[in-house]
């Protein structure tokens, strides 16, 4: 199932500003204590990087209330140095990019 059928991520949770070139994404995990969570938020934020012009900034966040680890979430989800960090790690990157792809497997490996 993609993100889209399983109403993690809905184009109402999805907002752009023109005036201060942001782009703000609010998912919703499936169950309160996904353990997935980080991963589908970097998986967000790495298609939406490819995808925009670089001078949009590009906020992700769990949806309030939708998560036990809400706040901690949020925090390495938007924290440069951190998400920078993860895509330096190569597996973790193959799982990224396996996502992206729509290959489930790449997301069991």
Known sequence: ????????????AV???AETGVVCIRFTPTVPHC?????IGLCIRVKLLRALPEHLKVDIYV????????????KQLNDKERVAA??????LLNVVNGCLAGDA?????
């Open 1 to 12: 199932h993609s993100l889209e059928e399983l109403k993690v991520v809905r184009p109402e």
């Open 35 to 39: 353990s997935l969570a980080t991963l």
């Open 15 to 17: 907002e752009v500003s």
């Open 63 to 74: 949806a309030p209330g939708s998560h036990a680890s809400e706040h901690a979430v949020n």
């Open 86 to 91: 993860a895509l330096e790690n190569d597996k």
């Open 105 to 109: 497997a790449g997301a069991g490996s």
